[in-house]
């Protein structure tokens, strides 16, 4: 292979390798006593908590006595005393590739919550979720779980009906389980149905006897709880996670369930990050993209 081809491979794979600074998520995420922070040079201050989304361009100004933590890129930066600190001088290197592996995934994820050139939000779900030619609409993505799962199934009606008949089959069709009940979920314990690893099967809401309002059918398939486990395995080897904060270490956990498609164990954990904070709208953010993204 000649020179010119080997650099020029060589330059487009580096082109690949590149972010836009402003394609890099940056969060504060703790802070103690007085923050301040400038979206950009020049610009003014105004007091600033974690968990928060900044800007590379932007500055933060501590007080003596104040710290700061920030993540980008897999990577986190301590800052203590006073002073002023740019951001992007804080992250020179991480602004200028794209990280591998799971810092890669949790970028596009902070990104969907934060808004920013990789918010689109463009994985969907199974079939059915908010077709229009369906009256009921199901609002629980499931994905893979564990055949001991306990889930709360809900849904959404066009029109409130007296009743739903809350459905499980087989992917022959054969009802595994069937229930009635008067209100628009249904608290379930997979272990008590037998369902086989390995399999699919799917779940729907109708009205009783099966005529009038219906919903399209989700699926679901039991996975082995050796998988789910791995997912939570492979994620505590990460350096970023072993030094993340709480809150941080929560969301990373929902991500990395929701790239293994355990979408209810990370919609759950997705809750639990939202509980944990009183400030900032990061959680909350990211527990709303996840939906999004498990809606067609």
Not at 30 to 56: C, I, M, N
Request: glycine share 10%.
């Amino acid at each position: 292979m000649s020179n010119k081809i080997m650099l020029f491979i060589g330059c487009l794979l580096l082109a690949f390798g590149l972010h836009a600074q402003d394609d890099v998520p940056i969060l504060l995420t703790k802070s103690d006593k007085k923050v301040k922070y400038a979206p950009g040079q020049g610009e003014k201050f105004s007091k600033v908590s974690a968990v928060k989304s900044l800007d590379a361009g932007g500055v933060l100004k501590l007080s003596r006595k104040s710290s700061a933590r920030l993540y980008c890129n897999g990577s986190f930066k301590e800052l203590e005393g006073k002073g002023e600190y740019t951001i992007a001088d804080l992250f020179q290197d991480e602004l200028k590739y794209t990280p591998m592996g799971f810092s890669n995934t949790f970028n596009g994820m902070l990104m969907a919550a934060i808004g920013g050139p990789r918010g689109s939000d463009t994985t969907s779900s199974s079939s059915g979720w908010g077709n229009k030619k369906f009256e009921i609409a199901g609002e629980t993505p499931i994905g893979r779980t564990t055949a001991n799962q306990s889930i709360t199934f809900r849904w959404r009606s066009r029109e409130v009906l007296p009743a739903y008949e809350f459905v499980i089959g087989d992917e022959s069709g054969k009802v595994v389980h069937a229930a009635t009940v008067n209100e628009k979920k249904y608290a379930l314990e997979l272990g008590s149905l037998g369902l086989n690893t390995g399999k699919k099967y799917f779940w729907k809401v109708q009205a009783p006897g099966g005529e009038g309002a219906s919903s399209g059918k989700y699926s679901f398939t039991i996975a082995d709880e050796g998988e789910q486990a791995a997912a939570m395995e492979g994620l505590q080897e990460e350096e970023a996670y072993k030094k993340a904060d709480p809150l941080i270490r929560k969301l990373m956990e929902a991500a990395s369930l929701e790239e293994a498609e355990f979408y209810y164990a990370a919609g759950q954990a997705y809750e639990e990050a939202t509980k944990m904070s009183d400030k900032g709208d990061l959680p909350k953010n990211m527990r709303e993209a996840f939906s999004r993204r498990r809606q067609n």
